[in-house]
Nanobody, 115 residues
Framework: QVQLVESGGGLVQSGGSLRLSCAASGSGFSRYNMGWYRQALGKQRELVARITSGGSTAYVDSVKGRFTISRDNAKNTVCLQMSSLKPEDTAVYYC???????WGWGQGTQVTVSS
């Protein structure tokens, strides 16, 4: 069973930047499409960015132009570069496969954006 470990979150002021990382243990990472998801307090988890096994990317409208997803198959990692952060980006961020979440969820990493 692959384990996912997210890191890089923190407290940042509005307009600031953060880079999130997700490390996947085990084999097979390169075959899967990956996504970054987030869950704000009291809300459902949502997909915010995805990257295919071939490197094609897509984003939810609310983060387009501000977030960039990337992956390094040699290191079994997927990253999310976030800039121009807004208070509404505050959430716990998770990575997992997409469109079907094949692996168990990690602990996530908290991102808090102050106004």
């Amino acid at each position: 069973q692959v384990q996912l470990v997210e890191s890089g979150g923190g407290l940042v002021q509005s307009g600031g930047s953060l880079r999130l990382s997700c490390a996947a243990s085990g084999s097979g990472f390169s075959r899967y499409n990956m996504g970054w998801y987030r869950q704000a307090l009291g809300k459902q988890r949502e997909l915010v960015a995805r990257i295919t096994s071939g490197g094609s990317t897509a984003y939810v409208d609310s983060v387009k132009g501000r977030f960039t997803i990337s992956r390094d198959n040699a290191k079994n990692t997927v990253c999310l570069q976030m800039s121009s952060l807004k208070p509404e980006d505050t959430a716990v961020y998770y990575c997992n496969t997409w469109p079907v979440t094949v692996w168990g969820w990690g602990q996530g990493t908290q991102v808090t954006v102050s106004s």
